[in-house]
Structures are given as C-alpha cells and as structure tokens.
C-alpha cells in the first residue's frame, strides 16, 4: 500500500509560479513511476507529467517548457514545478503511483492516488 500526500497549492496570478510536492510513505519509492494529473470543474481527469524510476520524463504538450517535475527518492517525494502559469492550469493536482519499469499517461495505469492540491491561477 502506497499513502501519497500533496502539498503547496495555492493562488497565484498569470505569470507566476508554484511547486508541488507529493510525498510518499513507501519504503521501494524509487522502484514507482510517478505522475501528475490535473482535473478542472466539469473536466476529466488529464495527465500532466511523469517520471520514471530512472528518471525519464514525460510531459503534456501545454505544459511542456513550463512544468518540470522531479523526483527525490531519499525523500520519498516528487515535485512538480510550475511556471508561467495561467488560467487554464486552474485546477486540483493530483499525485500518482504505479509500480512500473515504464512511464504511464493514463490515469487507469496508476494504482495509488493522493487526495489532490488545489491550484488557482487568476488573470
């Protein structure tokens, strides 16, 4: 059993920046892929960004050069970092484990999910 905790959400205007952190109470985290997903009011579930146990990353195409998500397995913890964010990253950030050699982007492929971060970003 995986138990993963988000924080540093929050409200921010355009422009600005925030980081996520995710951490996980797992002895093997470096042995998980994880990921990041977003879901808006009304929307689905999207994926965002993962990293693989090397660290291989992968990301959505709007976010890509803007987000960076990193993993640190001495802490049990991955990180998202969030650049010039607008308002249509407006919405809560969850955090994701999948016990995998390869990086997923369907949310169906992970099997641990944290409670999620809300972000707001104003114009």
């Known amino acids: 059993q995986v138990h993963l905790v988000e924080s540093g959400g929050g409200l921010v205007q355009a422009g600005g920046s925030l980081r996520l952190s995710c951490a996980a109470s797992?002895?093997?985290?470096?042995?998980?892929?994880m990921g990041w997903f977003h879901q808006a009011p009304g929307k689905a579930r999207e994926f965002v960004a993962a990293?693989?146990?090397?660290?291989?990353?992968n990301y959505a195409d709007s976010v890509k050069g803007r987000f960076t998500i990193s993993r640190d397995n001495a802490k049990n913890t991955v990180y998202l970092q969030m650049n010039s964010l607008t308002p249509d990253d407006t919405a809560v950030y969850y955090c994701?484990?999948?016990?995998?050699?390869?990086?997923?982007?369907?949310?169906?492929?992970?099997?641990?999910w944290g409670q999620g971060t809300q972000v707001t970003v104003s114009s």
């Open positions: 994701a484990a999948d016990f995998s050699f390869a990086i997923r982007t369907d949310l169906y492929e992970y099997d641990y």
């Open positions: 797992v002895r093997t985290f470096s042995s998980y892929v």
């Open positions: 990293i693989s146990r090397s660290g291989i990353t």
